[in-house]
T-cell receptor
Framework: DTGVSQDPRHKITKRGQNVTFRCDPI?????LYWYRQTLGQGPEFLTY????????KSRLLSDRFSAERPKGSFSTLEIQRTEQGDSAMYLC???????????FGPGTRLTVL | GDSVTQMEGPVTLSEEAFLTINCTYT??????LFWYVQYPGEGLQLLLK?????DKGSNKGFEATYRKETTSFHLEKGSVQVSDSAVYFC???????????FGKGTKLTVNP
């Protein structure tokens, strides 16, 4: 069990650029979650997958955000036309089922200049 | 909607002091309750959880009891150590949901 991994750990980009983050869940987990955490706040739910199906999306996930989990394993989160307000820590978590503990990765810190 | 309110931080204590971090929640049903901890430079880790009223979660000397009548889940530890310095988050999941709802976090600093 190597835990949830995320790549990159840090990303600095200029406003208007596109960025993509990757999350590798714990291998036997079929649920994968994305959260966003801004400074001084708790994480906020963005979306989650059961296997490859995206089952819920928060209204926080604007049209510029898209998430995929094409083979039910790793997931990507893409932000198009980044804005300074997108600067945050993006957290990924996985679990083995509904009601089970969510295990978090170290996060990707995005800074939009 | 569901929400979690934690006591404002930061909290600074001396080693071996008693710790309480207050957490209250608002939920429409019967949520499961969690405390997560974030050590400096690390990801969120589950500290303890409770899934029904009057359950007590415990781990590493920390305890919290699910109080339905007061909608609370206060975190306590009898004797804190410097290594407990971290940010602590209270969270809930409503029954049938997969979405964790977090409080804002409470930063704890323990001085030797």
């Amino acid at each position: 069990d190597t835990g949830v991994s995320q790549d990159p750990r840090h990303k600095i980009t200029k406003r208007g650029q596109n960025v993509t983050f990757r999350c590798d869940p714990i291998s036997e987990h079929n649920r994968l979650y994305w959260y966003r955490q801004t400074l001084g706040q708790g994480p906020e739910f963005l979306t989650y997958f059961q296997n490859e199906a995206q089952l819920e999306k928060s209204r926080l996930l604007s049209d510029r955000f898209s998430a995929e989990r094409p083979k039910g394993s790793f997931s990507t989160l893409e932000i198009q036309r980044t804005e300074q307000g997108d600067s945050a820590m993006y957290l990924c978590a996985s679990s083995s089922g509904g009601g089970y503990t969510q295990y978090f990765g170290p996060g990707t810190r995005l800074t939009v200049l | 909607g569901d929400s979690v309110t934690q006591m404002e931080g930061p909290v600074t204590l001396s080693e071996e002091a008693f710790l309480t971090i207050n957490c209250t929640y608002t939920a429409t049903g019967y949520p499961s309750l969690f405390w997560y901890v974030q050590y400096p430079g690390e990801g969120l880790q589950l500290l303890l959880k409770a899934t029904k009223a009057d359950d007590k979660g415990s781990n590493k000397g920390f305890e919290a009891t699910y109080r339905k009548e007061t909608t609370s889940f206060h975190l306590e530890k009898g004797s804190v150590q410097v290594s407990d310095s971290a940010v602590y988050f209270c969270a809930l999941i409503e029954g049938g949901s997969e979405k964790l709802v977090f409080g804002k976090g409470t930063k704890l600093t323990v001085n030797p």
